[in-house]
């Protein structure tokens, strides 16, 4: 056994061992889940304003790129006009030309910049190669998603992904899951879902009769507050940590005895 798994099955904790037996579909979340959207942002605007500070615009740009990380948490970190919003609000900055430039240096700046949490891309060809189907669901918007799934080898390594657009409310409900579960054509105790969000990753799966495994290394604690309904099957700290709960058909009952000791 390799020594990452080794210590992820000490770690992991697993509340509901035997649920996980069915799952052969796994959804993930991306935004704090796969990609440390936080650290990302702060990146890629710190980059930008780096570039029309060499353009000619009058910042402090370390300084400036953490105010406007912080308008950004505000206003929609996700929002495509955040930088010139930010360059007006904030700065009273009115040269159209580089409103306009901002916006485009932080779409071509994004996908170089995005951090994907340590062992990602292993642990989603190992869980590949163990047999399971693997989609993103994600509240993201297409547009923000295409930025950040391109350049980190995500790519290809989901079978379908789901975005905002593609039902009425996100994941405040239950149905990009329900929809992903047609797609796939499977059935709830098939599916387990991995996010940072208790209710809208992990509460709402296991309401209608799925899996939901809380991302702990994702979740902010403003999430304290939150009311979740239903537990978690299990939790997290550490994507790798999957390997652990999902050992595959051939090796699941031997690797849930360990984590259950
Ligand atoms: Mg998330």
Redesign the pocket.
Known sequence: MPATARTTTQSAKLNQPSTLDDVEVIAF?????LVDILQTKRDTFAATLETLADRGLAIDPEAQARELYAFALEEGIDDPDVVPRFLVEELGVDDERMLADGRRTMERLEPGMVQLYEGVISTLDQLRSRGYQLCAV??APREAVRRRLPPNGLTGRFDRVIVREDTPRGKADTRPFEMLLEAVDARPEQLVAI???PVR?VSNVVAMGGHGVLAEH?TRSSYNDVAAEHEPTAAIDGVEELLALLPGCDQRSSALASLTR
């Open positions: 979340d991306v935004d704090n889940t994600t509240d996010g940072d969000h990753d994702g």
